[in-house]
Structure formats: C-alpha cells, structure tokens
C-alpha cells in the first residue's frame, strides 16, 4: 500500500512537472507578431496528451508499473465520475417519481371525498325519503298502514315502524298477517340491538 502511495505522489510530481515545463519551455515564451497561437483542445484531448506525456517519462525513469498503476488510477476516477453522474439521475428521477406519487395521493383523496360526499348525499335523500314515509304511514289508518308495510320491502317496513309512535306500531303489527307481523317484528327486534 505504502509503495502505491509513493507511486502515486511520484506520478502526480511528474506530471506536475511535466505541465511546468511544457508551460515554460521556450516554444511557448515565442510570441508570433499578430500574437500567440492558442489551440483549444477538448477534456478528451487533454488528457490524451497529458497521459501519453506522463507514460513516456515514466517510461524514461524505468518504471513499467508505476506506468500501469497510474492508468488505472485514471480509468477508476473515470468509473467513478460515470458512477456520479448515474445516481445523480437516479436521485433526480427518485424525485420526480416521488412528487408524482404525492400528487396521485392527493388527487386520489379528492376523489375520495367527493365520492363519500356524494354517498353521503343519497343517504341524507333516502332519510328524507323515509322520514316522509313515516309522516304518511303515521296519517294512515291503522288497517291501511298494515296493509301497505305488509307488502313493502321488509327493511323498508322496519325502518318505518321503528320511527312511528309505540302505540300505533302496536295496532299495525295486530292487524297484519301473522307470519308476516312475525317477521317484521323479529327484523324490528335484531334492528334495535
């Protein structure tokens, strides 16, 4: 480990010294007379160059793995830089995915109330429906009234004697057929449980 490290700084020195002297060497200090000619060279390039400069002095100095440890240095800060990148977009997306998550939840909610409130309106039309029910039931006749909740929907019948007065519950269920008063007074009985 120690002797990649020093390796390392050797490399790094060198290439140091490599940019110094390519920067100070008299090709560079000799100015044409419209100015200096300047060529821009691309990341890739640049490292291009700067890599193939780095391999012949390493080269010269005689150090074959040195030359191999340097370049996979190189290519593993590469791997890494690429490795960045891809969970930056993933971060990125993570995000994207989870504030259209949020929205669906709330926009499910919405709909959610809604269809409660609207379920909540029939239920507040079929009280009313029944309240009404009871009123004429109420008007009626007892005799009538057994004759009308003997043939309603059972539940229905139950839900309207359960709000009419005990007496005239009473007298209804008297007049109605016997098998059909049982009933409606077994259901009646399961109702106020």
Request: aromatic share 6%.
């Amino acid at each position: 480990m120690k002797k990649y490290f020093k390796q390392s700084i050797f490399i790094i020195a060198l290439l140091s010294s490599t940019l110094l002297m390519a920067a100070n060497s008299p090709a560079s200090k000799v100015a044409a007379p419209s100015g200096p000619p300047k060529r821009l060279y691309t990341e890739e390039e640049f490292k291009k160059a700067v890599w193939e400069e780095a391999s012949k002095l390493m080269k010269k100095a005689g150090s074959g793995h040195l030359v191999d440890f340097s370049k996979e240095l190189l290519e593993k800060e590469d791997a890494l830089k690429v490795k960045e990148l891809v969970l930056q977009k993933e971060q990125e997306q993570l995000k994207l995915n989870t504030s259209d998550f949020q929205k669906k939840v709330l926009e499910f909610q919405d709909s959610q109330k809604k269809f409660l409130g609207c379920i909540d309106s029939q239920n507040e039309k079929v009280e009313k429906r029944v309240a009404q029910m009871v009123e004429v039931i109420s008007g009626m006749k007892p005799q009538s009234a057994a004759d009308v909740l003997s043939v309603q929907d059972p539940d229905l019948s139950v839900r309207i004697l359960g709000q009419i007065e005990a007496q005239k519950a009473s007298k209804i269920f008297n007049l109605m057929d016997k098998e059909v008063s049982a009933r409606l007074q077994k259901q009646f009985l399961q109702m106020k449980k």
